[in-house]
């Protein structure tokens, strides 16, 4: 099974500030790595798959990089609406398909 | 749009079953690949299990192996989930997921989420 490691766990950021958020796959995933966003109470987002294709209706301040085992998501210019957790998801080697614990992207 | 209400959640004792169900709107159904993931209370994510479009191809997590059962009606736009034998570390909030690609092009990424329904497992 495939272990995908986030960091950091917490960030904390303002409003109009850029963000990067980490994924780490235990083996390689090659390029299969997709990006959710999760807000309380409400199911995931897809932002993001084969590590830098946006998902329909995703706007460009949402953009992922990275291939092998090394992934980012990148949040150009924080609005107040993507404060939220942060999932990445590979599916590279599966089943099963794993997820990682995720990161909380909080206001400073 | 894309519409997925999942349905049949509630409290159930260890052992037990349930059923839960998600009717699917917006979308040519038979065409996509469907999945359920689910997220204990406050955790991350989980995958639990796919079924092909046509239903030929289930795969499922070792966590429940054996005990659920991923199915679908393709005329009624229905995806199930059987869960048997269940156990306290299966509660949780189910989501059905839709599947990104279409038929054989499956992706294995989910583009559409329901809203969930919640299972506890409890004495």
């Known amino acids: 099974e495939i272990v995908l490691t986030q960091s950091p766990a917490t960030l904390s950021l303002s409003p109009g500030e850029r963000a990067t958020l980490s994924c780490r796959a235990s083996q390689s995933v090659s390029s299969y790595l997709a990006w959710y966003q999760q807000k309380p109470g409400q199911a995931p987002r897809l932002l993001i798959y084969?590590?830098?294709n946006r998902a329909t209706g995703i706007p460009a301040r949402f953009s992922g990089s990275g291939s092998g085992t090394d992934f980012t998501l990148t949040i150009s210019s924080l609005e107040p609406e993507d404060f939220a957790v942060y999932y990445c998801?590979?599916?590279?080697?599966?089943?099963?398909?794993?997820f990682g614990q995720g990161t909380r992207l909080e206001i400073k | 749009q894309v519409q997925l209400v999942e349905s049949g959640g509630g409290v159930v004792q260890p052992g037990r079953s349930l059923r839960l169900s998600c009717a699917a709107s917006g979308f040519t159904f038979s065409s996509y690949g469907m999945h359920w993931v689910r997220q204990a209370p406050g955790k991350g994510l989980e995958w639990v299990a796919v079924i092909s479009f046509d239903g030929s191809n289930k795969y499922y997590a070792d966590s429940v192996k054996g005990r659920f059962t991923i199915s679908r009606d393709n005329p009624k736009n229905t995806l199930y989930l059987q869960m048997n034998s269940l156990r306290p570390e299966d509660t949780a909030v189910y989501y059905c997921?839709?599947?990104?690609?279409?038929?054989?092009?499956?992706?294995?990424?989910?583009?559409?989420w329901g809203q969930g329904t919640l299972v506890t497992v409890s004495s």
């Open positions: 997921a839709k599947e990104l690609g279409v038929k054989w092009a499956a992706e294995y990424y989910f583009d559409h």
């Open positions: 084969d590590a830098s």
């Open positions: 998801q590979q599916r590279s080697n599966w089943p099963p398909l794993t």
